[in-house]
Protein backbone atom coordinates (compact mmCIF):
# COMPACT_ATOMS: atom_id res chain seq x y z
CA UNK A 1 0.00 0.00 0.00
CA UNK A 2 3.09 2.20 0.86
CA UNK A 3 4.22 1.87 -2.16
CA UNK A 4 1.10 2.31 -4.50
CA UNK A 5 0.31 5.43 -2.57
CA UNK A 6 3.90 6.80 -2.93
CA UNK A 7 3.61 6.44 -7.53
CA UNK A 8 0.07 8.22 -6.97
CA UNK A 9 1.70 10.81 -4.75
CA UNK A 10 4.45 11.20 -7.60
CA UNK A 11 1.77 11.12 -9.86
CA UNK A 12 -0.48 13.61 -8.71
CA UNK A 13 2.78 15.77 -7.91
CA UNK A 14 4.61 15.93 -11.48
CA UNK A 15 0.89 16.43 -12.96
CA UNK A 16 0.60 19.16 -10.45
CA UNK A 17 3.96 20.74 -11.60
CA UNK A 18 2.99 20.37 -15.26
CA UNK A 19 -0.42 22.09 -14.96
CA UNK A 20 1.37 25.11 -13.05
CA UNK A 21 4.14 25.41 -15.57
CA UNK A 22 1.61 25.46 -18.38
CA UNK A 23 0.73 29.07 -16.83
CA UNK A 24 -3.08 28.79 -17.71
CA UNK A 25 -5.39 31.60 -15.85
CA UNK A 26 -5.69 30.77 -12.00
CA UNK A 27 -9.46 29.52 -11.85
CA UNK A 28 -8.32 26.85 -14.52
CA UNK A 29 -5.52 26.02 -13.03
CA UNK A 30 -7.24 25.76 -9.51
CA UNK A 31 -9.87 23.57 -11.12
CA UNK A 32 -7.87 21.06 -12.82
CA UNK A 33 -5.20 20.74 -9.41
CA UNK A 34 -7.97 20.50 -7.50
CA UNK A 35 -10.23 17.97 -10.04
CA UNK A 36 -6.34 15.71 -9.60
CA UNK A 37 -6.21 15.86 -6.17
CA UNK A 38 -9.85 14.30 -5.58
CA UNK A 39 -9.36 11.83 -8.85
CA UNK A 40 -5.97 10.74 -7.20
CA UNK A 41 -8.04 10.13 -3.70
CA UNK A 42 -10.55 8.53 -5.52
CA UNK A 43 -8.19 6.22 -7.41
CA UNK A 44 -6.63 5.02 -3.90
CA UNK A 45 -10.17 4.27 -2.63
CA UNK A 46 -10.84 2.20 -5.93
CA UNK A 47 -7.89 0.14 -6.15
CA UNK A 48 -7.14 0.26 -2.41
CA UNK A 49 -8.99 -3.17 -1.46
CA UNK A 50 -7.79 -4.82 -5.12
CA UNK A 51 -4.14 -4.24 -3.71
CA UNK A 52 -4.65 -5.33 -0.19
CA UNK A 53 -6.08 -8.47 -1.83
CA UNK A 54 -2.81 -9.30 -3.99
CA UNK A 55 -0.03 -8.11 -1.43
CA UNK A 56 -1.59 -9.03 1.74
CA UNK A 57 -1.69 -13.07 2.65
CA UNK A 58 -5.02 -13.61 3.21
CA UNK A 59 -7.13 -17.07 3.33
CA UNK A 60 -10.98 -16.26 2.67
CA UNK A 61 -12.45 -19.21 5.52
CA UNK A 62 -15.92 -20.09 6.90
CA UNK A 63 -16.52 -17.80 10.22
CA UNK A 64 -16.61 -21.19 11.91
CA UNK A 65 -12.86 -21.46 11.63
CA UNK A 66 -12.62 -18.24 14.04
CA UNK A 67 -14.89 -20.87 16.83
CA UNK A 68 -17.42 -22.74 17.34
CA UNK A 69 -20.88 -20.52 16.52
CA UNK A 70 -19.77 -17.72 14.68
CA UNK A 71 -21.43 -18.08 11.79
CA UNK A 72 -24.55 -17.63 13.64
CA UNK A 73 -23.29 -14.88 16.01
CA UNK A 74 -22.21 -13.24 12.69
CA UNK A 75 -24.96 -13.18 11.22
CA UNK A 76 -26.78 -11.85 13.70
CA UNK A 77 -24.65 -9.53 14.96
CA UNK A 78 -24.83 -8.10 10.81
CA UNK A 79 -28.82 -8.35 11.35
CA UNK A 80 -28.19 -6.12 14.52
CA UNK A 81 -26.08 -3.38 12.53
CA UNK A 82 -28.26 -3.66 9.09
CA UNK A 83 -25.23 -4.77 7.04
CA UNK A 84 -24.14 -7.28 4.84
CA UNK A 85 -22.45 -10.10 6.07
CA UNK A 86 -18.67 -9.70 5.26
CA UNK A 87 -16.54 -12.12 4.20
CA UNK A 88 -13.87 -13.50 7.26
CA UNK A 89 -9.65 -13.97 6.30
CA UNK A 90 -7.14 -15.57 8.09
CA UNK A 91 -3.87 -14.68 7.80
CA UNK A 92 -2.02 -17.50 9.42
CA UNK A 93 0.63 -15.94 10.65
CA UNK A 94 1.26 -15.46 14.92
CA UNK A 95 0.92 -11.30 15.34
CA UNK A 96 -1.86 -10.71 16.33
CA UNK A 97 -3.87 -8.40 14.53
CA UNK A 98 -7.42 -7.78 13.03
CA UNK A 99 -8.55 -5.24 10.64
CA UNK A 100 -11.63 -4.42 7.69
CA UNK A 101 -11.66 -3.15 4.10
CA UNK A 102 -13.72 -2.70 1.20
CA UNK A 103 -15.24 -0.07 -0.80
CA UNK A 104 -18.17 0.29 1.42
CA UNK A 105 -20.53 -2.27 3.83
CA UNK A 106 -21.72 -4.29 0.82
CA UNK A 107 -18.07 -5.59 -0.09
CA UNK A 108 -16.29 -5.20 3.12
CA UNK A 109 -13.70 -7.96 4.63
CA UNK A 110 -12.78 -8.32 7.61
CA UNK A 111 -9.36 -10.60 8.40
CA UNK A 112 -8.00 -11.79 11.34
CA UNK A 113 -4.67 -13.55 12.26
CA UNK A 114 -4.08 -16.69 13.38
CA UNK A 115 -2.09 -15.58 16.83
CA UNK A 116 -5.48 -13.21 17.39
CA UNK A 117 -7.92 -16.56 17.27
CA UNK A 118 -5.13 -18.83 18.83
CA UNK A 119 -4.71 -15.50 21.89
CA UNK A 120 -8.33 -14.23 22.61
CA UNK A 121 -10.95 -16.24 24.77
CA UNK A 122 -13.98 -16.42 22.00
CA UNK A 123 -15.87 -13.71 23.40
CA UNK A 124 -12.59 -11.31 23.55
CA UNK A 125 -12.12 -12.50 19.75
CA UNK A 126 -15.85 -11.57 18.98
CA UNK A 127 -15.19 -8.18 20.59
CA UNK A 128 -12.47 -7.66 18.40
CA UNK A 129 -14.88 -8.49 15.02
CA UNK A 130 -17.64 -6.63 16.59
CA UNK A 131 -15.12 -3.63 16.65
CA UNK A 132 -14.55 -4.26 13.03
CA UNK A 133 -17.89 -4.38 12.26
CA UNK A 134 -18.50 -1.15 13.69
CA UNK A 135 -16.17 0.79 11.25
CA UNK A 136 -17.95 -1.26 8.19
CA UNK A 137 -21.30 0.06 10.32
CA UNK A 138 -19.99 3.40 10.55
CA UNK A 139 -18.83 3.94 7.26
CA UNK A 140 -16.12 5.24 8.76
CA UNK A 141 -13.40 4.20 5.82
CA UNK A 142 -15.33 6.45 3.14
CA UNK A 143 -15.68 9.26 5.97
CA UNK A 144 -11.77 9.04 6.08
CA UNK A 145 -11.51 9.24 2.05
CA UNK A 146 -13.57 12.29 2.27
CA UNK A 147 -10.99 13.74 4.48
CA UNK A 148 -8.35 12.70 2.88
CA UNK A 149 -9.34 14.87 -0.18
CA UNK A 150 -10.18 17.63 1.79
CA UNK A 151 -6.45 17.71 3.91
CA UNK A 152 -5.18 17.28 -0.17
CA UNK A 153 -7.21 20.09 -1.56
CA UNK A 154 -5.83 22.37 1.15
CA UNK A 155 -2.48 21.06 0.00
CA UNK A 156 -2.80 22.30 -3.04
CA UNK A 157 -4.38 25.50 -2.45
CA UNK A 158 -1.24 26.16 -0.30
CA UNK A 159 1.57 25.30 -3.23
CA UNK A 160 -0.95 27.42 -5.40
CA UNK A 161 -0.52 30.34 -3.57
CA UNK A 162 2.99 30.31 -3.41
CA UNK A 163 3.26 30.74 -7.55
CA UNK A 164 1.15 33.60 -7.19
CA UNK A 165 3.14 36.90 -8.22
CA UNK A 166 1.15 38.99 -6.32
CA UNK A 167 2.46 39.90 -2.51
CA UNK A 168 0.12 37.13 -0.67
CA UNK A 169 2.55 36.11 2.07
CA UNK A 170 0.13 36.21 4.67
CA UNK A 171 -2.09 33.67 2.55
CA UNK A 172 0.70 31.58 2.21
CA UNK A 173 1.23 31.11 5.78
CA UNK A 174 -2.30 31.00 6.79
CA UNK A 175 -2.91 28.12 3.75
CA UNK A 176 -0.21 26.25 5.10
CA UNK A 177 -1.14 26.56 8.72
CA UNK A 178 -4.61 25.23 7.15
CA UNK A 179 -2.94 22.34 5.53
CA UNK A 180 -1.30 21.40 8.90
CA UNK A 181 -4.53 21.67 10.98
CA UNK A 182 -6.55 19.75 9.01
CA UNK A 183 -3.26 16.81 8.55
CA UNK A 184 -4.15 16.53 12.32
CA UNK A 185 -7.88 17.38 12.53
CA UNK A 186 -7.93 13.87 10.24
CA UNK A 187 -5.75 12.16 12.74
CA UNK A 188 -7.92 13.19 15.16
CA UNK A 189 -11.22 12.09 13.40
CA UNK A 190 -9.47 8.46 13.06
CA UNK A 191 -8.93 8.05 17.06
CA UNK A 192 -12.86 8.81 17.40
CA UNK A 193 -13.84 6.88 15.12
CA UNK A 194 -12.46 3.75 17.07
CA UNK A 195 -13.91 5.21 20.40
CA UNK A 196 -17.31 4.76 17.99
CA UNK A 197 -16.12 1.09 16.91
CA UNK A 198 -15.19 0.22 20.69
CA UNK A 199 -19.06 1.19 21.14
CA UNK A 200 -20.07 -0.93 18.46
CA UNK A 201 -18.79 -3.51 19.82
CA UNK A 202 -19.83 -3.17 23.14
CA UNK A 203 -23.50 -3.12 21.42
CA UNK A 204 -23.09 -6.10 19.85
CA UNK A 205 -21.42 -8.02 22.85
CA UNK A 206 -23.37 -6.43 25.70
CA UNK A 207 -20.17 -6.91 27.81
CA UNK A 208 -17.64 -3.84 27.24
CA UNK A 209 -14.89 -6.10 29.22
CA UNK A 210 -14.55 -8.32 26.49
CA UNK A 211 -13.42 -5.76 24.33
CA UNK A 212 -10.62 -4.28 27.32
CA UNK A 213 -9.52 -7.52 27.80
CA UNK A 214 -8.87 -7.89 24.37
CA UNK A 215 -7.23 -4.78 23.83
CA UNK A 216 -4.87 -5.72 26.90
CA UNK A 217 -3.73 -8.72 25.52
CA UNK A 218 -3.46 -7.36 21.66
CA UNK A 219 -1.86 -3.69 22.82
CA UNK A 220 0.06 -4.70 25.86
CA UNK A 221 1.16 -8.53 24.87
CA UNK A 222 -0.64 -10.06 27.71
CA UNK A 223 0.24 -13.95 27.41
CA UNK A 224 1.06 -16.68 29.93
CA UNK A 225 4.16 -18.53 28.70
CA UNK A 226 6.20 -22.07 30.08
CA UNK A 227 9.26 -23.56 29.15
CA UNK A 228 9.17 -26.59 26.53
CA UNK A 229 12.53 -28.44 25.20
CA UNK A 230 14.66 -25.30 26.68
CA UNK A 231 11.96 -23.10 23.93
CA UNK A 232 9.55 -20.47 25.08
CA UNK A 233 5.94 -21.27 23.97
CA UNK A 234 2.07 -20.27 24.76
CA UNK A 235 0.54 -21.75 27.34
CA UNK A 236 -3.01 -22.84 25.67
CA UNK A 237 -5.48 -25.07 26.64
CA UNK A 238 -8.63 -25.74 25.33
CA UNK A 239 -11.68 -24.02 27.35
CA UNK A 240 -12.60 -27.09 30.38
CA UNK A 241 -16.24 -27.37 31.29
CA UNK A 242 -16.86 -28.74 34.76
CA UNK A 243 -17.99 -32.59 34.55
CA UNK A 244 -16.13 -33.25 30.89
CA UNK A 245 -13.13 -35.01 29.89
CA UNK A 246 -9.42 -33.98 30.23
CA UNK A 247 -7.98 -31.85 27.45
CA UNK A 248 -6.16 -33.61 24.64
CA UNK A 249 -2.97 -35.88 25.22
CA UNK A 250 0.54 -33.86 24.54
CA UNK A 251 1.06 -35.63 22.01
CA UNK A 252 -1.88 -34.23 19.97
CA UNK A 253 -1.73 -30.62 18.79
CA UNK A 254 -2.10 -28.20 21.86
CA UNK A 255 -5.17 -26.71 19.74
CA UNK A 256 -7.07 -29.99 19.15
CA UNK A 257 -10.46 -30.83 21.37
CA UNK A 258 -11.13 -34.00 19.49
CA UNK A 259 -13.73 -34.97 22.71
CA UNK A 260 -17.20 -34.59 21.16
CA UNK A 261 -19.64 -34.39 23.51
CA UNK A 262 -17.53 -31.67 25.46
CA UNK A 263 -17.15 -29.78 21.98
CA UNK A 264 -20.71 -30.09 21.38
CA UNK A 265 -21.21 -28.55 25.32
CA UNK A 266 -18.77 -25.66 24.36
CA UNK A 267 -21.03 -24.73 21.34
CA UNK A 268 -23.63 -24.66 23.34
CA UNK A 269 -22.17 -22.31 25.97
CA UNK A 270 -20.85 -19.90 23.19
CA UNK A 271 -24.52 -20.00 21.87
CA UNK A 272 -26.28 -19.24 25.34
CA UNK A 273 -23.60 -16.66 26.13
CA UNK A 274 -24.28 -14.93 22.78
CA UNK A 275 -27.97 -15.50 23.06
CA UNK A 276 -27.64 -13.49 26.42
CA UNK A 277 -25.40 -10.47 24.75
CA UNK A 278 -27.21 -10.15 21.99
CA UNK A 279 -30.65 -9.52 23.72
CA UNK A 280 -29.06 -6.87 25.74
CA UNK A 281 -27.62 -5.38 22.65
CA UNK A 282 -30.72 -5.42 20.95
CA UNK A 283 -32.32 -3.64 23.72
CA UNK A 284 -29.74 -0.90 23.75
CA UNK A 285 -30.13 -0.55 19.48
CA UNK A 286 -34.36 -0.71 19.51
CA UNK A 287 -36.26 1.51 19.49
CA UNK A 288 -37.86 2.65 23.05
CA UNK A 289 -41.42 2.15 24.39
CA UNK A 290 -43.56 0.49 26.72
CA UNK A 291 -44.26 -2.53 24.27
CA UNK A 292 -40.69 -2.66 23.11
CA UNK A 293 -39.13 -2.21 26.41
CA UNK A 294 -41.16 -5.67 27.50
CA UNK A 295 -40.05 -7.39 24.71
CA UNK A 296 -36.30 -6.13 25.55
CA UNK A 297 -36.84 -7.35 28.61
CA UNK A 298 -37.97 -10.85 27.89
CA UNK A 299 -34.90 -11.32 25.38
CA UNK A 300 -32.50 -9.80 28.16
CA UNK A 301 -33.66 -12.70 30.17
CA UNK A 302 -30.70 -15.00 30.55
CA UNK A 303 -30.88 -18.62 29.61
CA UNK A 304 -27.81 -19.43 32.06
CA UNK A 305 -25.25 -17.85 34.19
CA UNK A 306 -22.01 -18.20 32.65
CA UNK A 307 -18.38 -17.23 33.92
CA UNK A 308 -14.93 -16.77 32.77
CA UNK A 309 -13.75 -19.09 35.68
CA UNK A 310 -15.57 -22.04 35.03
CA UNK A 311 -14.76 -22.22 31.32
CA UNK A 312 -10.95 -23.15 32.58
CA UNK A 313 -8.20 -22.00 30.71
CA UNK A 314 -8.29 -20.10 27.58
CA UNK A 315 -6.25 -20.50 24.53
CA UNK A 316 -3.30 -17.64 24.75
CA UNK A 317 -0.95 -17.51 21.72
CA UNK A 318 0.53 -15.04 19.90
CA UNK A 319 2.92 -11.90 19.76
CA UNK A 320 2.35 -8.55 20.37
CA UNK A 321 2.04 -5.95 17.34
CA UNK A 322 3.93 -2.59 16.74
CA UNK A 323 1.47 -1.13 19.36
CA UNK A 324 2.61 -3.72 21.87
CA UNK A 325 4.45 -4.36 25.16
CA UNK A 326 3.86 -7.31 27.54
CA UNK A 327 2.80 -8.61 30.97
CA UNK A 328 1.61 -11.58 32.17
CA UNK A 329 -1.80 -12.70 31.95
CA UNK A 330 -3.63 -14.94 35.04
CA UNK A 331 -3.55 -18.56 35.31
CA UNK A 332 -7.15 -18.64 33.77
CA UNK A 333 -5.96 -16.49 30.75
CA UNK A 334 -7.27 -13.43 31.55
CA UNK A 335 -5.34 -9.95 32.13
CA UNK A 336 -4.14 -9.70 35.12
CA UNK A 337 -5.72 -6.57 36.50
CA UNK A 338 -2.66 -5.74 38.76
CA UNK A 339 -0.22 -6.33 35.74
CA UNK A 340 -2.47 -3.77 33.86
CA UNK A 341 -1.92 -1.12 36.34
CA UNK A 342 2.11 -1.49 35.60
CA UNK A 343 0.99 -1.28 31.96
CA UNK A 344 -0.87 1.71 31.59
CA UNK A 345 1.48 3.58 34.11
CA UNK A 346 3.27 4.88 31.01
CA UNK A 347 1.06 5.94 29.00
CA UNK A 348 -1.18 7.57 31.64
CA UNK A 349 1.81 9.57 32.84
CA UNK A 350 4.47 10.00 31.12
CA UNK A 351 3.68 13.60 28.93
CA UNK A 352 5.29 11.71 25.60
CA UNK A 353 2.25 9.25 25.62
CA UNK A 354 -0.04 12.07 25.05
CA UNK A 355 2.21 13.60 22.53
CA UNK A 356 2.42 10.58 20.35
CA UNK A 357 -1.13 10.09 20.20
CA UNK A 358 -1.31 13.34 18.35
CA UNK A 359 0.59 11.82 15.65
CA UNK A 360 -0.98 8.46 16.04
CA UNK A 361 -4.36 7.17 14.46
CA UNK A 362 -5.06 5.22 17.17
CA UNK A 363 -6.16 6.62 20.79
CA UNK A 364 -4.06 5.44 23.82
CA UNK A 365 -5.06 1.61 25.40
CA UNK A 366 -5.35 3.33 28.76
CA UNK A 367 -7.85 5.58 27.14
CA UNK A 368 -9.83 3.50 25.11
CA UNK A 369 -9.81 0.99 28.48
CA UNK A 370 -11.10 4.05 30.45
CA UNK A 371 -13.62 4.98 27.74
CA UNK A 372 -14.96 1.51 27.62
CA UNK A 373 -15.48 1.26 31.34
CA UNK A 374 -17.89 4.45 31.36
CA UNK A 375 -20.07 2.38 29.16
CA UNK A 376 -20.40 -1.03 31.77
CA UNK A 377 -22.76 1.38 33.94
CA UNK A 378 -24.96 1.15 30.48
CA UNK A 379 -24.26 -2.65 30.11
CA UNK A 380 -24.71 -3.67 34.08
CA UNK A 381 -20.91 -4.90 33.70
CA UNK A 382 -18.54 -4.66 36.54
CA UNK A 383 -15.06 -2.56 35.52
CA UNK A 384 -12.55 -4.82 34.88
CA UNK A 385 -9.19 -3.00 35.58
CA UNK A 386 -9.19 -0.74 38.55
CA UNK A 387 -7.55 2.28 37.72
CA UNK A 388 -7.30 3.81 40.52
CA UNK A 389 -4.69 1.46 41.83
CA UNK A 390 -2.39 3.01 39.16
CA UNK A 391 0.58 5.17 41.47
CA UNK A 392 1.20 8.23 39.78
CA UNK A 393 4.51 9.32 38.22
CA UNK A 394 5.89 12.21 37.21
CA UNK A 395 8.67 11.74 34.29
CA UNK A 396 11.83 13.59 35.68
CA UNK A 397 13.61 13.71 31.67
CA UNK A 398 10.83 15.51 29.74
CA UNK A 399 12.39 19.35 29.85
CA UNK A 400 15.96 17.42 29.10
CA UNK A 401 14.06 15.09 25.73
CA UNK A 402 12.43 18.47 24.54
CA UNK A 403 15.78 20.61 24.35
CA UNK A 404 17.43 17.31 22.96
CA UNK A 405 14.39 16.75 20.37
CA UNK A 406 15.12 20.91 19.38
CA UNK A 407 18.75 20.58 19.59
CA UNK A 408 18.97 20.17 15.84
CA UNK A 409 16.10 23.04 14.81
CA UNK A 410 18.10 25.18 17.81
CA UNK A 411 21.64 24.67 15.68
CA UNK A 412 19.77 25.51 12.31
CA UNK A 413 18.37 28.82 14.27
CA UNK A 414 22.04 29.53 15.35
CA UNK A 415 23.77 29.15 11.77
CA UNK A 416 20.95 31.33 10.33
CA UNK A 417 21.21 33.81 12.60
CA UNK A 418 25.56 33.59 11.81
CA UNK A 419 24.75 33.40 8.28
CA UNK A 420 22.00 36.53 8.45
CA UNK A 421 24.51 38.64 10.55
CA UNK A 422 27.62 38.09 7.47
CA UNK A 423 25.47 39.11 4.78
CA UNK A 424 24.49 42.10 6.26
CA UNK A 425 28.17 42.60 7.70
CA UNK A 426 29.32 42.23 4.08
CA UNK A 427 26.36 43.17 2.36
CA UNK A 428 26.79 40.52 -0.12
CA UNK A 429 25.94 36.72 -0.42
CA UNK A 430 28.27 34.02 -0.58
CA UNK A 431 28.05 30.00 -0.37
CA UNK A 432 29.44 29.64 3.31
CA UNK A 433 26.21 31.20 4.32
CA UNK A 434 24.16 27.90 2.88
CA UNK A 435 26.29 25.83 5.05
CA UNK A 436 26.05 27.74 8.59
CA UNK A 437 22.84 26.30 9.01
CA UNK A 438 23.63 22.81 7.82
CA UNK A 439 26.08 22.81 10.02
CA UNK A 440 24.50 23.53 13.25
CA UNK A 441 21.57 21.60 11.88
CA UNK A 442 23.87 18.52 11.66
CA UNK A 443 25.88 19.14 14.96
CA UNK A 444 22.61 19.43 16.99
CA UNK A 445 21.73 15.80 15.29
CA UNK A 446 24.70 14.25 16.14
CA UNK A 447 24.34 14.93 19.77
CA UNK A 448 21.75 14.19 19.99
CA UNK A 449 22.23 10.26 18.73
CA UNK A 450 25.09 10.06 20.67
CA UNK A 451 23.32 10.79 24.16
CA UNK A 452 20.17 8.46 22.58
CA UNK A 453 22.64 5.51 21.86
CA UNK A 454 24.54 5.38 25.55
CA UNK A 455 25.07 2.94 27.81
CA UNK A 456 25.73 -0.86 28.40
CA UNK A 457 23.53 -3.44 27.05
CA UNK A 458 22.25 -5.22 30.61
CA UNK A 459 20.04 -8.44 30.24
CA UNK A 460 16.60 -7.60 31.94
CA UNK A 461 13.29 -9.22 31.06
CA UNK A 462 10.23 -7.84 28.72
CA UNK A 463 7.88 -7.06 31.96
CA UNK A 464 10.60 -4.91 33.74
CA UNK A 465 11.31 -2.72 31.12
CA UNK A 466 7.18 -2.20 30.36
CA UNK A 467 6.84 -0.81 33.86
CA UNK A 468 9.57 1.56 33.92
CA UNK A 469 7.75 4.98 33.39
CA UNK A 470 11.67 6.44 33.27
CA UNK A 471 11.91 5.92 29.08
CA UNK A 472 11.38 7.63 26.16
CA UNK A 473 11.99 7.45 22.15
CA UNK A 474 15.52 9.58 22.77
CA UNK A 475 15.96 8.28 26.48
CA UNK A 476 16.07 4.65 25.74
CA UNK A 477 17.09 2.08 28.06
CA UNK A 478 19.98 -0.51 26.66
CA UNK A 479 18.92 -3.96 26.72
CA UNK A 480 19.55 -7.78 26.38
CA UNK A 481 16.56 -9.52 25.94
CA UNK A 482 17.42 -13.43 25.49
CA UNK A 483 13.79 -15.10 24.20
CA UNK A 484 12.42 -16.28 20.67
CA UNK A 485 11.43 -14.60 17.83
CA UNK A 486 8.12 -15.62 17.32
CA UNK A 487 7.14 -13.63 13.96
CA UNK A 488 7.35 -10.68 12.42
CA UNK A 489 5.47 -7.59 12.77
CA UNK A 490 3.25 -6.94 9.59
CA UNK A 491 1.18 -9.86 8.96
CA UNK A 492 1.05 -11.51 5.56
CA UNK A 493 3.77 -8.99 3.73
CA UNK A 494 6.91 -10.88 2.71
CA UNK A 495 9.34 -8.22 2.76
CA UNK A 496 8.53 -7.28 6.54
CA UNK A 497 11.82 -6.95 8.32
CA UNK A 498 10.96 -6.06 12.06
CA UNK A 499 10.36 -9.23 14.80
CA UNK A 500 8.93 -10.08 17.61
CA UNK A 501 10.71 -11.30 20.96
CA UNK A 502 8.85 -13.36 23.38
CA UNK A 503 10.84 -14.14 26.86
CA UNK A 504 9.57 -15.85 29.68
CA UNK A 505 7.57 -12.63 30.62
CA UNK A 506 5.72 -11.47 27.41
CA UNK A 507 6.57 -9.87 23.80
CA UNK A 508 8.40 -6.93 22.43
CA UNK A 509 8.28 -5.70 19.14
CA UNK A 510 12.09 -5.63 17.86
CA UNK A 511 12.82 -2.67 14.88
CA UNK A 512 15.43 -3.77 12.45
CA UNK A 513 17.17 -0.43 11.39
CA UNK A 514 19.45 -0.09 8.36
CA UNK A 515 21.42 2.77 7.38
CA UNK A 516 19.23 2.78 3.94
CA UNK A 517 16.05 1.69 3.41
CA UNK A 518 16.26 -0.72 0.35
CA UNK A 519 18.89 -2.90 2.80
CA UNK A 520 15.78 -2.58 5.56
CA UNK A 521 13.60 -3.90 2.44
CA UNK A 522 16.32 -6.53 1.21
CA UNK A 523 16.84 -7.82 4.18
CA UNK A 524 12.85 -8.31 4.57
CA UNK A 525 12.75 -10.11 1.35
CA UNK A 526 15.90 -12.37 1.99
CA UNK A 527 16.87 -12.99 5.33
CA UNK A 528 14.28 -12.23 8.08
CA UNK A 529 11.77 -15.08 8.04
CA UNK A 530 14.51 -17.48 8.66
CA UNK A 531 15.28 -16.21 12.23
CA UNK A 532 11.19 -17.20 13.09
CA UNK A 533 10.87 -19.38 15.91
CA UNK A 534 14.42 -19.34 16.47
CA UNK A 535 15.84 -18.65 19.92
CA UNK A 536 18.23 -15.49 19.99
CA UNK A 537 19.37 -13.07 22.24
CA UNK A 538 18.52 -9.42 20.92
CA UNK A 539 20.85 -6.37 22.37
CA UNK A 540 19.29 -3.01 21.54
CA UNK A 541 17.60 0.28 23.24
CA UNK A 542 14.34 -0.14 24.88
CA UNK A 543 12.49 3.18 23.38
CA UNK A 544 8.68 4.91 23.97
CA UNK A 545 6.43 7.27 22.26
CA UNK A 546 2.69 5.98 21.18
CA UNK A 547 4.48 2.40 21.20
CA UNK A 548 7.07 0.41 23.05
CA UNK A 549 9.75 -1.08 21.15
CA UNK A 550 13.21 -2.39 21.52
CA UNK A 551 15.52 -0.91 18.20
CA UNK A 552 17.94 -3.33 17.51
CA UNK A 553 21.58 -2.93 17.30
CA UNK A 554 22.55 -6.73 17.17
CA UNK A 555 20.87 -10.26 17.71
CA UNK A 556 22.56 -13.75 18.13
CA UNK A 557 21.47 -16.70 17.03
CA UNK A 558 22.04 -19.46 20.25
CA UNK A 559 21.91 -22.43 18.20
CA UNK A 560 24.11 -21.66 15.33
CA UNK A 561 26.03 -18.73 17.53
CA UNK A 562 25.35 -16.19 14.19
CA UNK A 563 25.61 -12.83 14.75
CA UNK A 564 23.52 -10.36 12.35
CA UNK A 565 23.85 -6.45 13.32
CA UNK A 566 21.50 -4.19 12.02
CA UNK A 567 24.68 -1.22 11.80
CA UNK A 568 21.79 1.61 12.12
CA UNK A 569 23.85 3.44 14.84
CA UNK A 570 27.54 3.36 13.81
CA UNK A 571 26.61 4.88 10.33
CA UNK A 572 24.21 7.51 11.93
CA UNK A 573 26.79 9.00 13.75
CA UNK A 574 29.38 8.19 10.69
CA UNK A 575 27.11 10.27 8.50
CA UNK A 576 26.32 12.98 10.72
CA UNK A 577 29.78 13.47 12.09
CA UNK A 578 31.02 13.80 8.43
CA UNK A 579 28.34 16.28 7.36
CA UNK A 580 29.06 18.34 9.96
CA UNK A 581 32.64 18.36 9.52
CA UNK A 582 32.08 19.33 5.59
CA UNK A 583 30.09 21.83 6.54
CA UNK A 584 31.95 23.50 8.52
CA UNK A 585 35.14 22.57 6.03
CA UNK A 586 33.15 24.55 3.67
CA UNK A 587 32.70 27.84 5.86
CA UNK A 588 36.13 28.13 7.02
CA UNK A 589 37.03 27.27 2.69
CA UNK A 590 34.37 29.96 1.45
CA UNK A 591 34.87 32.60 4.23
CA UNK A 592 38.58 32.18 4.43
CA UNK A 593 38.43 31.95 8.25
CA UNK A 594 41.75 30.72 9.75
CA UNK A 595 42.22 27.34 10.85
Not at 378 to 395: C, E, G, R, T, V
Request: proline residues 5%; hydrophobic residues 50%; glycine residues 8%.
Amino acid sequence: MLVIVAILGLVFAIGFLVLLKLHLPMGITMALTDGLAVGIVLLQYCLGPMIIDNIVKVRWASPEEAGHGTTQWLIKACETFRIAQPRIGIIEEAAPNAFTYGHGAYDARVVVTRGLIEMLSPEELRAVIAHELGHIRNRDFIVMTMVQALVLLLWTLYWTSRTSNRNNWYIVIAAYAAYWASYYASLLLSRIREYMADYSSAQITGNPNHLSYALVKIAYGLAKTQTVGGATVPVSAPPRIPGTVAPPSASSSPYAYDDATAAQQRAQLDAARYDNAHAIAASALAPKGPAAAKEAKQAAKPKQAFSAAQLGAFGVMGVSSMRAAVAWSGADGLANPDTFTTAARWELYNPWGRIGEVFSTHPLTALRIKALQKLNKLFNQPDAFDFSKIKPAKYKGFARDLGLVSLPWVGFIVGSIAAGATFLGHRRFDFAQIFMPLAGFSAGRLFVLLFSYMGDFKPTKIIRLLGDVEVSHVNPIPAAIEGTFTGRISPGIAWASDFIVQDDSGFLACLYRTPLGIMKLWFGLTTAERYVGRRVRVYGWYRRFNAPYLEIHHFDVLDTGERVTANYFPWAVAGNLLLTAFCAAMVVVLRGFPL
